[in-house]
């Protein structure tokens, strides 16, 4: 069975604290993805990665940073969160060429910053 | 990417079949049709998708008008584990595509 996993399912963080989010899936994907999603905005994508040590800004990206040393691994990183980034926090992984174009989605993070 | 339209919320019985709608009128001829559902707590989870033919997996049916400009999300049989919030997404087929998600209808399964 396909898997992608978060490293939390709830968090609660600080304001000004550095906030580490991972996410790691088993299927060998190329791509991976960082998005968060908030009531009446939808789904929105933070940063993507197509590659190991590669990445590419979403819609959203201030405030964020991602890291892509491993293949199977793909980090959020809050240098220093901020209330307004409390939201849940989804990672989702896809094969690059799948005929499908289907995104993996992991059981997601409720972060709230204090 | 082009932008659907789907009902806030729709009911159905258990065991009968649900019909999503989804309008796309904008829809460009090399988009497809994705569907995804979320379940409360739980992170997206991918049903289906078609270009311009009707399809058909083991999760649902996919119907898509001749001129594409909507298309209908089929659950022959609704169990209650089938209440989820449904979204319905244009997208072009590529290996960097993402995903935005709009509101969705929210489709609630009863006894």
């Known amino acids: 069975d396909v898997k992608v996993t978060q490293s939390s399912r709830y968090l609660v963080k600080r304001t000004g604290e550095k906030v580490f989010l991972e996410c790691v899936q088993d299927?060998?994907?190329?791509?991976m993805f960082w998005y968060r999603q908030d009531p009446g905005l939808g789904l929105r994508l933070i940063y993507f990665?197509?590659?190991?040590?590669?990445?590419e800004k979403g819609d959203i990206p201030e405030g964020y940073s991602v890291s892509r040393e491993k293949k199977e691994r793909f980090s959020l990183i809050l240098e220093s969160a901020s209330t307004n980034q409390t939201s849940m926090y989804l990672c989702?992984?896809?094969?690059?060429?799948?005929?499908?174009?289907?995104?993996?989605f992991g059981p997601g993070t409720r972060l709230t910053v204090l | 990417d082009a932008k659907t339209t789907q009902p806030p919320s729709m009911d159905c019985a258990e065991g009968r079949a649900a019909n999503l709608p989804c309008n796309h009128s904008?829809?460009?001829?090399?988009?497809?049709v994705y569907w995804y559902r979320q379940i409360h707590s739980q992170g997206p989870q991918y049903i289906i998708h078609?270009?311009?033919n009707n399809e058909t997996n083991e999760m649902a049916s996919l119907i898509i008008t001749e001129d594409r400009k909507s298309s209908t999300l089929i659950l022959p049989h609704a169990t209650l584990r089938d209440t989820a919030v449904y979204y319905c997404?244009?997208?072009?087929?590529?290996?960097?595509?993402?995903?935005?998600f709009g509101k969705g209808t929210m489709l609630l399964v009863s006894p």
């Open positions: 299927m060998d994907h190329e791509n």
């Open positions: 078609g270009l311009k």
């Open positions: 904008t829809i460009s001829g090399n988009e497809y």
């Open positions: 989702a992984s896809t094969r690059r060429l799948a005929v499908y174009n289907e995104q993996f």
């Open positions: 997404i244009v997208m072009l087929l590529s290996g960097y595509s993402t995903l935005t």
């Open positions: 990665s197509y590659d190991v040590k590669m990445k």
